[in-house]
Nanobody, 126 residues
Framework: EVHLVESRGGLVQAGGSLRLSCAASGFTFGDYGIGWFRQVPGKEREGVSCISTSVGKTYYADSVKGRFTLSSDNAKNTVYLQMNSLKPEDTAVYYC???????????????????WGKGTLVAVSS
């Protein structure tokens, strides 16, 4: 059974930093694209980032490029999303997601992933 467990988010001031982690189990970690999407209640999902260690690529949304860094520790089956220079518009529930590839991200199909976690709230105050 697949499990994706996100770390607790939190409330930070604009310009601050926060690191989220996602611990995965139930599948071969290195064979999957692991990433994050976010959603504000009442709005569409937005892909944030995806890492595919099998092809050695990491993808970022333009809105977070240069501020967020996604990394992977295959030994721990965990990915980390380091979020710097946070903005109020980054406020959302962040979900960890897993799919055999990062195609869901590159194609903008943010509802096509196989697995996702319960989500964690990140709130950025101005």
């Amino acid at each position: 059974e697949v499990h994706l467990v996100e770390s607790r988010g939190g409330l930070v001031q604009a310009g601050g930093s926060l690191r989220l982690s996602c611990a995965a189990s139930g599948f071969t970690f290195g064979d999957y694209g692991i990433g994050w999407f976010r959603q504000v209640p009442g709005k569409e999902r937005e892909g944030v980032s995806c890492i595919s260690t099998s092809v050695g690529k990491t993808y970022y949304a333009d809105s977070v490029k240069g501020r967020f860094t996604l990394s992977s520790d295959n030994a721990k089956n965990t990915v980390y999303l380091q979020m710097n220079s946070l903005k109020p518009e980054d406020t959302a529930v962040y979900y960890c997601t897993a799919d055999p590839t990062c195609n869901w991200f590159t194609s903008g199909s943010f509802y096509d992933m196989n697995y996702w976690g319960k989500g964690t709230l990140v709130a950025v105050s101005s």
